[in-house]
């Protein structure tokens, strides 16, 4: 890493600067700044001198930016909250510091947790941009590089002990089936295990829940085909006999098909717990630690509102 110009120059300047482009005036810079008007002209003229450019140039209403200050402020209003919070370790204000979280889901957990944050997050946290990324079995390894910021998984999927996690919210699981189909609000356990199913490949050929539940029971569903995605498994079953074990809250978000029915699944089905997952590396990161708040106002927000399907507010 070359520090050059870096190693050479006052920080402090810099601030000066920033004060001084919002002020445009020497007294009322001076104030905010604790310093005395000769202080703050010589400040300016260090400035100068660092830049090579005039930066502040005095016309009859005031002084007026250069384009090299004009550039210079627009720097500076990204980077210089950012190393305050680097020397200071506040608390992260997302109205204000610019932030991209990568988070890495199922389409499950993603169809539950990203039109939330559509409608009650980013509307406020207006310089943080969201990426999801679509769940896949080398992600955990993305998250332990630092490529993802945070995966969500339900717990009983296998997780590296080098790794946090923490609940945000609980999932049950209930069943697609075709709108002509003989089951109407309740699926028995007989009945299940005699369907075929359409299963949702979330870790090493398998749907991790339920299967690792059923299996701890002694039982193996009969699976006619995988497929990547619930919503892909949903749209599978119509026409057909098949069965599509999905998360609750992911069909109470979508637009019903006339062709589909959704059931209750049997209680020996289970459900799941959906924990977000990130490397300890950013525990301390005030930007990662509202990042984890935040979710965890979401979990809050889906247990008070769980049963009104998609109308949860966190706040």
Known sequence: MRLTQLRQTDLNLLVVFAVF???????????RLGLS?????????RLRDTFQDDLFVRTSVGYELTPRSQRLLQELEVMLP??????????????LEEATFRI?????AGSTLAPIICREIVPV??????????????????LAHGSVDLVFLASVVEVPSSLNSQLVYDEEFVCAVD????FKKRMTFEQYMAAQHVAVTIQRGIQVAPDKHLAAQGYRRQVAIQVPFHDTAIRCVAGT????????????????????????????????????????RLNMDSAHAWLRSTMLDIGKALAADGSEGGNHKTR
């Open 21 to 31: 482009a919002e002020e445009r005036n020497v007294s009322r810079a001076a104030k």
């Open 37 to 45: 008007q000769p202080a703050v002209s010589r400040a300016l003229h």
């Open 82 to 95: 950012k190393l305050d919070r680097l020397l200071s370790s506040p608390a992260f204000d997302p109205s």
């Open 104 to 108: 890495g889901t199922t389409d499950g």
């Open 125 to 142: 946290a207006t310089r943080v941009r969201f990426e999801f990324c679509q769940w896949h079995t080398e992600m955990l390894d993305e």
């Open 179 to 182: 709108a002509q189909s003989p």
């Open 241 to 280: 006999k098949f069965v599509a074990t999905v998360p609750r809250k992911f069909v109470e978000g979508m637009v019903q098909s006339p062709g589909i029915r959704i059931v209750k699944a049997p209680v020996e089905v289970g459900g799941f717990r959906c924990v977000m997952i990130w490397h300890p």
